[in-house]
């Protein structure tokens, strides 16, 4: 009989007594003490809550009331009741979206520094009522126990491409839904880029009077022939996003826009052609991937046009941060623009990168001027990320203006600790972790489960500059919304748990256990989850 190691037998007794630590709950709360015993909710128990809390009060009733048909009412009572407080003592200890909560056998407790941490611990609530409730169960049971929480990283973002393929309001909705459950607080919404504008700009009608109109899509593949036979279109008019942004805010999700520039931009070029360098563009075009064309920024009507569509994004969105794109610009149009290379004599620009900054820039000052911030993907640093790229055209000497926030996708994460250290904050969304386009044989869930955000060689100084991740929902191939959940789904609960949990309470095998509720609750909300996403034969990642 073989020895085990007494390695081993350590190993798994350390992994044991931590999944014992954990509760049903994603993402995992920072510190959990469990009790003996159960609190009963019933149709007797009430809500109460201060006045900061009525608009938790409201949601928590109508979560109850439509989940787990339970129709609670407020008032005061001593007992038997769940009580909703914000205690801005408790800013410093617990940050704005922390709390606390305690559940014994008289009451239920949630406080919070701010009505956001309340809200969270109502998810985590929510999370600990037993979903399988026999039809005329009285009451339900839930554990006595003591949480404390609070977020490792204050950016926990979902991103939806619908500028490929429109989804529209009821699906946003949903997948907001599902990203307040589990404690994520921006989604990131991409809403122009070649293939589509989707948004309402009403100083340039043609935008989506053309740009949201495509008359064929390719299918099959990044070079294929083939052809879906199809139109596609759809936009969000500003009324429906206002609608939006407020169901979002309800949820303490923020919304930050994309609008893309200077490059994927030729469904807007096709709008308006003379926005263009080439100026061949006759529609929007059906085929998808890198594109040669991209705003002509020689030009000071372009610059008037995009300062137009920002001043109105601005204005309909009261998140502060706007992201710009800013990747895969191919530099041929410019290289080849008599126009563009005689802008960039004139401004001493060197490399088509250092005019791509030189644009970036402005863009970035005007938005700082309005109250917000610039948000990009890691080329509107400059630096060779692409094969593609001739290494010529990618030196940079322009600096890119240190408010930016730098959006890392590709490349070594050595990018990020050269960034951080120069003052820029990031967001990191490493595309070989983060793409939920991207088959479950590349990224199943435990790949997903095991990134993290910080680079392991990043100094602890720097820590802070790393505000959070994202994770994509690139659309490109996925037109159909059951096929897109099913990429999204189960995928979205490991990255919640990346985005919130602390990195000594992560535990795969106790997430992976917890994750079955979630799948339970999703059928039951007629969410398409995956069944594939366990594959083990995925790429190794740099």
């Known amino acids: 009989m073989r020895k085990i190691s007494i390695f081993f037998l350590v190993a798994l007794f350390v992994n044991t007594c931590l999944v014992a630590q954990h509760i049903n709950v994603i993402p995992q709360p920072l510190s ?28 928590l009733q109508s979560i109850l009331h439509t989940v787990f048909k339970k129709s609670l009412k407020v008032n005061r009572k001593r007992v038997n009741v769940i009580n909703l407080k914000v205690d801005s003592s408790l800013l410093e200890e617990l940050g704005s979206e922390g709390y606390y909560l305690e559940v014994n056998k008289k009451n239920i407790s949630i406080k919070g520094a701010t009505d956001t941490g309340v809200f969270y611990g109502i998810q985590t609530l929510r999370q600990l009522i037993p979903l399988n409730v026999e039809k005329g169960l009285k009451a339900l049971s839930i554990p006595m126990l003591k949480i404390k929480d609070k977020p490792r990283f204050s950016w926990r973002a979902f991103m939806l491409d619908e500028a490929r393929y429109f989804k529209g309001t009821k699906e946003v909705k949903k997948i907001l839904d599902q990203m307040a459950l589990l404690k994520m607080n921006v989604f990131h919404w991409h809403l122009t880029d070649d293939q589509g504008w989707r948004i309402q700009i009403k100083k340039y009608p043609k935008l989506t009077e053309v740009g949201s109109y495509r008359s064929n899509s390719q299918i099959g593949g990044w070079d294929s022939e083939e052809r879906s036979g199809e139109i596609h279109k759809g936009y969000y008019t500003q009324d429906q996003i206002r609608d939006i942004i407020a169901y979002a805010s309800e949820r303490n999700i923020t919304i930050v826009p994309e609008i893309e520039m200077p490059g994927h931009a030729s469904a807007a070029i096709a709008a308006y052609p003379w926005l263009g360098t080439i100026g061949e563009l006759k529609e929007v075009p059906v085929v998808f991937g890198k594109l040669p064309d991209s705003y002509n920024v020689a030009d000071p009507r372009v610059y008037e046009f995009i300062e137009n569509v920002l001043q109105e994004v ?49 863009i970035s000052n005007f938005i700082d001027k309005s109250g917000h911030r610039m948000m990009g ?52 969304s490493h595309h070989v972790y983060t793409y939920l386009d991207y088959s479950y044989k590349y990224i199943p869930i435990e790949k997903a489960y095991e990134f993290d955000p910080i680079p392991e060689k990043l100094d602890n100084e720097y820590h802070a500059k790393v505000l959070g991740m994202g994770c994509q929902m690139w659309g490109e191939w996925i037109p159909d919304t059951e096929d ?35 799948l339970q609750r999703w059928e039951l909300e007629g969410i398409k989850y995956s069944g594939k996403f366990e594959e083990k034969d995925f790429v190794e990642s740099n």
């Open 314 to 362: 601005m204005e309909l969105f009261p998140g502060k941060v706007i992201h710009i794109g800013g990747d895969e610009v191919k530099f041929g149009a410019w290289k080849n623009s008599i126009e563009v290379q005689r802008f960039m004599k004139e401004n001493g620009l060197k490399t088509p990168a250092d005019f791509q900054i030189f644009f970036t820039n402005r």
């Open 484 to 518: 897109m959940e099913s990429m999204i789904f189960p995928r979205l609960a490991a990255y919640a748990e990346v985005g919130w949990t602390k990195k000594n309470r992560k535990n795969y095998n106790a997430f992976r256990s917890n994750l079955n509720s979630m």
């Open 32 to 59: 959990v003490q469990k009790g003996k015993g159960n609190f009963n909710l019933n149709q007797n128990t009430s809500i109460a809550a201060d006045e900061l809390n009525q608009n938790n009060v409201a949601y």
């Open 377 to 428: 993907w890691n080329e509107i640093l400059g630096g060779n990320v692409h094969e593609w790229q001739k290494a010529d055209d990618v030196k940079v000497q322009e600096k890119l203006a240190e408010s930016a926030i730098i959006h890392f996708w590709k490349g070594s994460t050595d990018l990020i600790i050269q960034a951080v250290t120069n003052g820029y904050d990031i967001v990191n």
